[in-house]
């Protein structure tokens, strides 16, 4: 198998995997396209699930914000244990202390997020960050 690989054009590999992925692509779409239920407009359910309907006009609530950005937090550092796992194997000891320390800190933050309050997104969530009053409120 591998005197098979070392014969093949790498230009080549380049163009069958380019190939394959734009067919995938265009596979996705089609499939969605013939999944989707159009809505009243023609367009499809977007992202939420929730047909679209008009357009918000007010503030939109902050904790949904601090959720979206603990959730970019995390899975940020979560890149970087996958990325550890490749290499766990020859990091050795040192590597293993290293990501045990990250996982420690991430609980640790993880943990102040929520004593704080701040994963909180129900009726009367509360957290340290000011809440902001709109108009009419």
Known sequence: MLDIMKQVDPRAALAVYVAAVLAAVVGIL???S????????????????????TPMRGLVEAPYFMIAVAFMIFDVEVALLFAWAVAAAGSGRDGLVAAAVLIGVLLAALAYLWMDGALDTGPGAHGSAPQLEGPGQ
């Open 30 to 32: 089609l499939l969605a």
């Open 34 to 53: 013939w999944l989707r239920e159009p809505g009243h407009d023609g367009f499809g359910v977007y992202e939420s699930g929730a047909a679209p309907g």
